[in-house]
């Protein structure tokens, strides 16, 4: 009965928090990123991306994901880690209601409108009824499953030892948390024992603190192969909460006392008081610790030391007050952002090569981190030269304007061809086949020429140079006379069976993306050429 109610718990808390992210859209990740300009923001930002979620876990995850990206500094992660350990103790508060008695009823009304609806929106509402409603369905469950644990002995004995040893109980609340993976089952656990009179107070509340620090694995299994500042932001989430753990049971017995009297004083049940005592320590523990980021910042640069090549996605050239006031110089700075877009494009084009090549996840990674870049540069630089009125532009800087909005499309669509290639790549380990030295040294050729045919476009922009335009034209003669010779030397190899058909697929598909972008090229190039 304890662990199908257990089963029902997770399951619920799972399918409420992707109800909850469905009806927000996709906000999150522009929630994170956009209000994180300071500590402060930062926490707030990770307490209501938390209570979205329903995971704090997911909050970290999803942080390490951005820095990672390079979509955020190590400092504003901190903010936001420290926010999602208030956040989660949502879920504590809402177990401390006690409304399992309509446990069934709320799942019926979820049901209802998850299934006989048809409006999306209203689907998503009954994901998260559904959900909430399961999730007390899975604590009634759980709570009857425990109730026997009063009269077993042995675990008499173990709270017992609990209360005398606060760290067996930071132990045991730690590898219950790492077992199932989420704090808030491990926490509604707590509350059940505690309601049942299974345990007390004081040994209740060291297996609290370990449930906080149990939560910090799922981020450190998320920075696995990470980039080394989002395994300095998994680190901090895990030095975050050890501190707090140890300064609470360093002042553990004024800390129960402090709990036991809001019990009395407020007339708390007994998972109102867990609540209570998870919610205090976390925000405490954020409010002391808050000061110190940068010396957060500093202690996991030291522990985890060297130098991440990240893409900075932000644009750099593009001011809001020139706008109005200086529209032509507005499109100058619009220009040397075009420039900057160009570039990434050159070097996820190289990474893509290196991919194939090596199939180093780094690499593909990297290709991740550009694609996402250039499709901000594109939604920033397009909206910016939107903005710039054409009216008050001369007659050849209203060209430009047009040219660049162009060229700003073409340069997204290189980014899409770059993760294409990522994508057959990672096709072809999944199918677990292999290009032949034949097929390496044939892309590699045709990558060469690809690479520099966009060189020569993005530089022909950047001076406005005519004659390095003409020779991307060029340049992209032969990179489609190239395509031709290398289907054909493809098929001779498909009939000598040194490649198998599979193989093929990815090696045509690739071909195809490489003279696709130097169609792009040329797209740049008689742009100037145009002028």
Same mark, same amino acid.
């Given at each position: 009965?304890?662990?199908?109610?257990?089963?029902?718990?997770?399951?619920?808390?799972?399918?409420?928090?992707?109800? %909850?992210?469905?009806?927000?859209?996709?906000? %999150?990740?522009?929630?994170?990123?956009?209000?994180?300009?300071?500590?402060?923001?930062?926490?707030?930002?990770?307490?209501?991306?938390?209570?979205?979620?329903?995971?704090?876990?997911?909050?970290?995850?999803?942080?390490?994901?951005?820095?990672?990206?390079?979509?955020?500094?190590?400092?504003?992660?901190?903010? !936001?880690?420290?926010?999602?350990?208030?956040?989660?103790?949502?879920?504590?508060?809402?177990?401390?209601?006690?409304?399992?008695?309509?446990?069934?009823?709320?799942?019926?009304?979820?049901?209802?409108?998850?299934?006989?609806?048809?409006?999306?929106?209203?689907?998503?509402?009954?994901?998260?009824?559904?959900?909430?409603?399961?999730?007390?369905?899975?604590?009634?469950?759980?709570?009857?499953?425990?109730?026997?644990?009063?009269?077993?002995?042995?675990?008499?004995?173990?709270?017992?030892?609990?209360?005398?040893?606060?760290?067996?109980?930071?132990?045991?609340?730690?590898?219950?948390?790492?077992?199932?993976?989420?704090?808030?089952?491990?926490?509604?656990?707590?509350?059940?024992?505690?309601?049942?009179?299974?345990?007390?107070?004081?040994?209740?509340?060291?297996?609290?603190?370990?449930?906080?620090?149990?939560?910090?694995?799922?981020?450190?299994?998320?920075?696995?192969?990470?980039?080394?500042?989002?395994?300095?932001?998994?680190?901090?989430?895990?030095?975050?909460?050890?501190?707090?753990?140890?300064? $609470?049971?360093?002042? %553990?017995?004024?800390?129960?006392?402090?709990?036991?009297? /809001?019990?009395?004083?407020?007339? /708390?049940?007994?998972?109102?008081?867990?609540?209570?005592?998870?919610?205090?320590?976390?925000?405490?523990?954020?409010?002391?610790?808050?000061?110190?980021?940068?010396?957060?910042?500093?202690?996991?640069?030291?522990?985890?030391?060297?130098?991440?090549?990240? $893409?900075?996605?932000?644009?750099?050239?593009?001011?809001?007050?020139?706008?109005?006031?200086?529209?032509?110089?507005?499109?100058?700075?619009?220009?040397?952002?075009?420039?900057?877009?160009?570039?990434?494009?050159?070097?996820?084009?190289?990474?893509?090569?290196?991919?194939?090549?090596?199939?180093?996840?780094?690499?593909?990674?990297?290709?991740?981190?550009?694609?996402?870049?250039?499709?901000?540069?594109?939604?920033?630089?397009?909206?910016?030269?939107?903005?710039?009125?054409?009216?008050?532009?001369?007659?050849?800087?209203?060209?430009?304007?047009?040219?660049?909005?162009?060229? $700003?499309?073409?340069?997204?669509?290189?980014?899409?061809?770059?993760?294409?290639?990522?994508? %057959?790549?990672?096709?072809?380990?999944?199918?677990?086949?292999?290009?032949?030295?034949?097929?390496?040294?044939?892309?590699?050729?045709?990558?060469?020429?690809?690479?520099?045919?966009?060189?020569?476009?993005?530089?022909?922009?950047?001076?406005?140079?005519?004659?390095?335009?003409?020779? !991307?034209?060029?340049?992209?003669?032969?990179?489609?006379?190239?395509?031709?010779?290398?289907?054909?030397?493809?098929?001779?190899?498909?009939?000598?069976?040194?490649?198998?058909?599979?193989?093929?697929?990815?090696? !045509?598909?690739?071909?195809?993306?490489?003279?696709?972008?130097?169609?792009?090229?040329?797209?740049?190039?008689?742009?100037?050429?145009?002028?």
């Amino acid at each position: 009965m304890f662990f199908g109610g257990l089963g029902i718990f997770l399951f619920s808390i799972k399918f409420l928090g992707d109800g %909850l992210q469905k009806a927000a859209g996709d906000r %999150l990740r522009e929630i994170l990123d956009r209000f994180t300009t300071n500590p402060i923001m930062g926490v707030l930002a990770g307490i209501f991306v938390t209570i979205l979620l329903q995971s704090s876990s997911g909050t970290t995850v999803l942080t390490v994901g951005l820095v990672s990206a390079g979509f955020m500094t190590l400092r504003q992660a901190i903010g !936001v880690i420290m926010g999602a350990n208030i956040g989660t103790t949502v879920t504590a508060f809402i177990i401390g209601i006690k409304i399992s008695d309509y446990a069934l009823l709320i799942v019926g009304i979820g049901a209802f409108l998850l299934f006989f609806l048809k409006d999306k929106r209203i689907n998503n509402i009954g994901q998260i009824v559904f959900g909430f409603g399961g999730l007390f369905l899975g604590l009634n469950l759980m709570g009857d499953g425990l109730k026997p644990l009063r009269e077993v002995q042995a675990f008499a004995d173990l709270t017992v030892s609990m209360s005398d040893n606060p760290l067996l109980g930071v132990l045991i609340g730690t590898i219950f948390t790492v077992s199932v993976q989420s704090s808030s089952a491990s926490i509604a656990l707590l509350q059940q024992l505690y309601s049942q009179g299974a345990m007390d107070l004081q040994a209740a509340l060291p297996v609290l603190f370990g449930d906080n620090i149990g939560t910090t694995i799922t981020a450190l299994i998320a920075a696995i192969g990470a980039t080394i500042t989002a395994k300095r932001a998994a680190l901090t989430h895990v030095i975050f909460n050890l501190i707090g753990t140890i300064l $609470v049971l360093v002042f %553990l017995i004024p800390y129960t006392a402090l709990i036991a009297q /809001l019990q009395n004083t407020l007339n /708390l049940n007994p998972e109102m008081t867990i609540a209570f005592a998870h919610g205090i320590f976390n925000v405490l523990n954020t409010l002391i610790q808050l000061p110190f980021i940068a010396f957060l910042a500093w202690i996991v640069t030291k522990a985890i030391p060297g130098n991440d090549r990240v $893409v900075e996605y932000k644009v750099k050239h593009l001011d809001e007050l020139l706008l109005d006031q200086a529209p032509s110089i507005a499109l100058g700075q619009a220009h040397k952002e075009v420039l900057r877009m160009g570039d990434m494009a050159i070097q996820g084009v190289k990474e893509a090569k290196l991919f194939v090549q090596t199939n180093d996840k780094r690499s593909s990674d990297l290709i991740v981190q550009f694609e996402e870049a250039i499709n901000n540069l594109d939604e920033k630089i397009t909206n910016y030269l939107v903005r710039i009125s054409p009216n008050n532009l001369s007659e050849q800087e209203s060209q430009k304007h047009h040219r660049l909005i162009n060229i $700003v499309r073409d340069l997204e669509r290189v980014g899409d061809h770059m993760e294409n290639v990522m994508e %057959l790549i990672e096709y072809k380990k999944v199918q677990k086949t292999h290009l032949s030295e034949d097929a390496i040294s044939d892309l590699e050729e045709m990558f060469n020429v690809t690479i520099s045919t966009l060189e020569t476009a993005i530089h022909s922009l950047e001076s406005e140079d005519t004659e390095q335009a003409k020779a !991307v034209l060029h340049k992209e003669g032969v990179i489609d006379s190239m395509e031709r010779q290398l289907r054909k030397k493809h098929l001779i190899r498909l009939n000598n069976r040194q490649c198998t058909g599979a193989a093929g697929i990815v090696f !045509v598909d690739i071909i195809s993306n490489l003279e696709r972008i130097g169609d792009h090229s040329v797209n740049i190039a008689e742009a100037v050429l145009d002028k």
